[in-house]
């Protein structure tokens, strides 16, 4: 039987510990909960930091470098929704900005600015940090609390307005600091008082002007008596919220004659002051702008540079003061992150404007390049396009691939070494190894590069243009998006390109879009090689007849020919037409042979059994061998015509079955990669016979 409405919502509440979020109780009751976990009193950098922390790391090494994985990036909460991938170090420099700064070492008086090129995952960054201090608002380790005015009586209609029950503070600020100035020391040193671990208490700051009025004009009216004043106090807990605007602002520029620094610090409610008689009254302020708002939590500057001077200005006081200027009251103090993100072209100006000294000077940038290894970003595009939204059409191994792989090529710059390309900067870049080149020469590539990852192709071009493809197959029926398609995609959209107007850039990345194919072209190859030549049996008739005439030629002896019973000389085209496979040398043939002699030797006195998979070099051979004698008997170039007889067609058959199993591919793209590795042995068959 169903739940009914009822029940359904009962469990809903009990599961998400709704009560807990409504939690209200005295001043007292307040100072119970913080003597029992003082972290509930921490400061916005503090939370922020912990929220971070709270998901867990992970320490590795990279090039000898020792790095830094924050789980929290991974948005682990949204099943990875909005997961920033290869920002490792960016990542890295912000935590321990938000560590200085919950450690009270000066960061914290800073405005936070992320700054890189359009699509580097700036928003995101900003984005994750605003949902995640939602949450951790929610869970018992970032439970955050706030108080209310109360006059349930009504007997304080004169101080608090007619009618008035309950006036919330409008910055849902910290209870502490409804404690004069005069016993916060004392109050302190009693709640610190035997604490566990290294956090303390610390009461910084100063009530808003409302809370400031109330306080002071309930003293008055109960003659000092603190006790009676906090009889009005009641505190409760509550949960961040942007949409709510709770504990999180967002600022973005809009037109200038549309919007003024009210939108910053608040305004007046004209219709409080005909009831309150001045419009320098608290009580008739609306204290709603983002920096108010955003109390308690962070305040996201969108293209803060792109605001205007006066915007600015206010940058400079909430950061280093931490107090911003309502209109008409004295500065007011806030607690929160400040974070902005900018592009580069915005942050020239600000370096070039000397009137901006101040702000630059309270600012801490942090670099979000675009990602430069290959394994990273492809990531992203195997994030948003997968087998849900596909409808019908599938992608193609190594489509996405290449489309990141041209992405890395546009942002990487060009090699300072002769003999280095880009691909092969991307590969060592990658995690690849090539002949000499070590970790340290990797080292030296980063250092040399001064602008990597700040320019180039941004993924959201990437991200258009895989999306184009996909549609464009559900158009025609195609079934598949293969590496092609996309590639012509990508290069078809650089003629109107809205960021690139250098031609010369864009034929550089035109002629990266040929290396791209080109490996592709090598990749594909491999694989339809190896498809081919995976005859386990065939593999292992060719291995033992290699090494029974390798042994005859060491040992200077004849083999048995199997066929005829006569003694025969070693079969020398037979050795060299595998040895020439992996490059061993007319002049190194000899070693070779005998190391092979010595390794089978060395296994048996272990007592165990050579398998030509335990020598790397050896079974590459074997399979490049093997693939230029099936390939003939398979006749793979009959592909590019149209009949092909039942033998040949039984054998094609085979390899797309292992394409398919072994290396993902479908039906579709399975044929499509067959048909095109065809042509290009077609092709090499007509240059052959020129």
């Known amino acids: 039987m169903s739940a009914t409405f009822k029940e359904l919502i009962g469990s809903l509440q009990n599961s998400e510990n709704f009560k807990d979020y409504t939690w209200t109780g005295s001043f007292d009751d307040y100072l119970a909960l913080v003597r029992e976990n003082p972290k ?6 503090q939370r922020m930091y912990d929220m971070i922390m709270s998901k867990g790391s992970n320490e590795y090494v990279d090039v000898k470098k020792q790095m830094v994985h924050y789980k929290f990036f991974d948005d682990p909460d949204n099943d990875g929704k909005d997961a920033v991938f290869g920002a490792d170090i960016p990542l890295m420099k912000l935590v321990n900005v938000l560590r200085s700064a919950a450690l009270g070492y000066g960061t914290e008086k800073r405005v936070i600015l992320l700054h890189g090129p359009v699509g580097s995952a700036k928003s995101t960054i900003c984005r994750l940090l605003k949902q995640g201090l939602e949450r951790y608002s929610k869970a018992d380790e970032g439970a955050i609390y706030t108080f209310d005015w109360v006059d349930e009586a009504g007997d304080c209609e004169e101080i608090f307005g007619k009618g008035v029950k ?10 502490l600091l409804l404690i004069p100035e005069q016993l916060r020391q004392g109050v302190m040193d009693e709640l610190n008082r035997g604490a566990k671990g290294e ?6 700051g100063e009530l808003c002007p409302p809370s400031r009025y109330f306080f002071r004009a309930l003293m008055e009216k109960y003659h000092g008596d603190i006790n009676k004043v906090f ?4 505190v409760k807990r509550f949960v961040l919220s ?8 967002t600022f973005q520029p809009k037109d200038e004659k549309n919007q003024d620094s009210t939108e910053l610090t608040g305004d007046l409610n004209y219709r409080k002051i005909a009831e309150y008689g001045s419009d320098s009254d608290p009580r008739a302020f609306n204290f709603d702008g983002e920096f108010n708002v955003a109390n308690r939590g962070m305040i996201e500057f969108v293209e803060v540079l792109k605001l205007d001077v006066a915007f600015l200005y206010d940058l400079l006081g909430a950061s280093q003061e931490h107090r911003v200027k309502p209109k008409k009251f ?9 974070i902005g993100h900018t592009n580069e072209p915005e942050y ?6 000397e009137f901006m000294e101040a702000l630059r000077d309270r600012t801490v940038k942090i670099d979000i390049p675009y990602i430069t290894k290959l394994k990273d970003e492809t990531q992203i595009y195997k994030k948003d396009f997968n087998s849900r939204i596909l409808r019908g059409v599938s992608i193609a191994p190594h489509t996405i691939e290449m489309a990141g792989m041209w992405a890395i090529l546009t942002r990487l710059e060009k090699p300072k070494k002769a003999n280095l390309t880009r691909l092969q900067k991307l590969k060592l870049y990658d995690g690849k190894t090539l002949p000499n080149y070590t970790e340290d020469n990797i080292k030296e590539l980063r250092k040399e590069a001064r602008r990597e990852g700040l320019d180039g192709m941004s993924p959201r071009y990437i991200q258009d243009k895989i999306s184009n493809s996909i549609v464009m197959a559900q158009q025609m029926n195609k079934g598949s998006v293969n590496p092609f398609m996309v590639l012509n995609e990508l290069e078809s959209g650089l003629k109107h390109h809205s960021l690139l107007s250098n031609e010369d850039q864009k034929q550089d990345y035109r002629e990266l879009l040929s290396v791209v194919k080109q490996e592709y072209e090598e990749i594909i190859k491999s694989e ?6 995976a005859d386990e049996s065939a593999l292992q008739r060719l291995c033992a007849n290699y090494i029974d005439n390798v042994k005859a030629y060491t040992q200077k002896e004849k083999v048995r020919n199997q066929y005829t019973g006569s003694d025969e000389e070693p079969d020398e085209r037979l050795m060299r037409s595998i040895e020439e496979k992996i490059e061993i040398p007319e002049s190194r043939k000899d070693d070779f042979r005998r190391e092979i002699m010595n390794y089978i030797g060395a296994l048996a006195v272990d007592g165990r059994k050579f398998d030509y998979k335990t020598n790397e070099r050896l079974h590459k051979a074997l399979e490049l061998k093997l693939f230029e004698d099936q390939k003939d008997s398979i006749k793979l170039t009959s592909l590019v015509s149209s009949v092909v007889d039942k033998d040949t067609q039984e054998k094609i058959d085979i390899v797309k079955t292992r394409l398919i199993k072994d290396f993902g591919y479908d039906e579709i793209s399975a044929t499509d990669v067959l048909h095109y590795v065809a042509s290009i042995f077609a092709r090499g068959d007509i240059k052959d016979k020129k």
């Open 231 to 234: 009889n009005h106090v009641r």
């Open 199 to 204: 956090f303390r208490i610390n009461i910084s």
């Open 166 to 175: 309950v006036f919330p503070s409008p910055m849902h600020e910290e209870p």
């Open 242 to 249: 942007e949409a709510d605007r709770i504990g999180i602002g």
């Open 40 to 45: 509930i009193t921490r400061n916005a950098y």
């Open 330 to 338: 004295a500065q007011t103090h806030i607690d929160e992150v400040i």
């Open 348 to 353: 020239r100006k600000l370096q070039d404007n």
């Open 528 to 533: 339809v090689q190896r498809a081919i030549s």
